[in-house]
């Protein structure tokens, strides 16, 4: 999943790789069960955004919040990873509780494939 190769720094990967082993304060928007606003998916994690960030398609900084179960509307955790997403300018960060979660790849990976389609994103850990 981590792809060895560089990347083309774009403007939302540069952005979130500023929050990268770092405590980030969520807003939760789609909390856990919650189905998408238009898509009608599922959402099988807590999906938010980094408040008073500005990311390039004009909304705040998404992120994922892994590892509870229970629907949230705040929440605050390490930056461990980053979905950088290779077809648009649309990041998202991985964050997870203090509690030190550790998550390879492949976890990161099934915990976002509700959203995110294999092969048009790598993780990003650095």
Do not use: W
């Amino acid at each position: 999943m981590t792809d060895p190769r560089p990347l083309a720094e774009s403007a939302s990967l540069t952005l979130a790789r500023q929050f990268l082993g770092r405590t980030v304060d969520l807003t939760i928007d789609r909390p856990y069960g919650s189905r998408h606003p238009t898509c009608e998916f599922l959402y099988t994690v807590n999906y938010g955004f980094v408040p008073g960030t500005l990311a390039p398609d004009g909304e705040e900084l998404d992120a994922y919040f892994l590892g509870p179960t229970e629907p949230m509307t705040c929440a605050t955790g390490t930056c461990v990873a980053i979905v950088h997403r290779l077809h648009d300018d649309d990041d998202k960060l991985i964050v997870v509780p203090p509690d030190g979660l550790h998550l390879d790849d492949s976890a990161i990976a099934i915990a976002v494939e509700f959203q995110e389609e294999p092969g048009h994103y790598v993780i990003v850990r650095s």
